[in-house]
């Protein structure tokens, strides 16, 4: 067996078992300095993380780059993970402070904000007709959501397409719970109201 196999049987076997092993046992190892549960926590949750950053960023082209530096920034948090079954909503909060450090420090980029929530697919055929209107509602709501302030546009993704409770989007943005519900009662108005018929 060549140098090369043996190395990558012994890496998926490595793979294979830190698959079963939890977050907070992996953030220990990663705490204690070894970088290779990096990458499986980089399985795990690299989709939800990536797709936060889309939606927090209005589809940015620097989606990708927050993503993964949103993983990296796990070894300087490692040892201060407080041990949830989760790393999910410490990597949402990591990258939510990076989308606003990105905002504040990059220029404003004009790309079209994806999509929200998915859409629920009619029971009948699609008709042409169905299809634009289905298109020009979700036009507006991206429209209306990128409108909202930053701080209340991150409350709403947190909250209602993650599924944060609002004592982990308080956590997580540093801000008082209070502050969370009334930045989500306010961006639901505005968002009621952008998208009144």
């Known amino acids: 067996m060549s140098r090369n196999a043996a190395y990558a ?3 998926a076997a490595v793979r294979r078992r830190d698959a079963a092993v939890s977050d907070a046992e992996l953030l220990a190892r990663v705490d204690a300095g070894d970088l290779s549960p990096l990458g499986v926590l980089y399985d795990r949750y690299h989709a939800t ?3 936060f950053v889309l939606r927090a960023t209005a589809g940015g082209a620097h989606a990708d780059d927050l993503t993964h530096e949103a993983f990296l920034a796990l070894t300087r948090m490692a040892g201060r993970y407080d041990g949830r ?3 999910r909503p410490l990597l949402l909060g990591i990258a939510s402070k990076l989308v606003q450090q990105h905002r504040r420090g990059a220029a404003r980029w004009s790309e079209v904000m994806q999509s929200f929530a998915s859409v ?3 029971r009948e055929a699609p008709t042409p007709e169905r299809t634009a209107s289905v298109t020009e509602e979700m036009r507006r709501f991206d ?3 990128a409108r909202l302030s930053e701080e209340k546009r991150l409350v709403v993704l947190l909250i209602e397409a993650e599924g944060l409770s609002g004592d982990e989007v308080a956590r997580i943005l540093e801000v008082p719970a209070g502050t ?3 930045r989500l009662h306010y961006a639901r108005e505005e968002l009621r109201k952008a998208l009144a018929p």
Request: hydrophobic fraction near 55%.
């Open 9 to 11: 049987v012994r890496e």
């Open 49 to 51: 993380v990536r797709q």
């Open 143 to 145: 429209a209306a959501l």
């Open 120 to 122: 629920a697919a009619p």
């Open 85 to 87: 079954e989760s790393a």
């Open 180 to 182: 969370v519900w009334t």
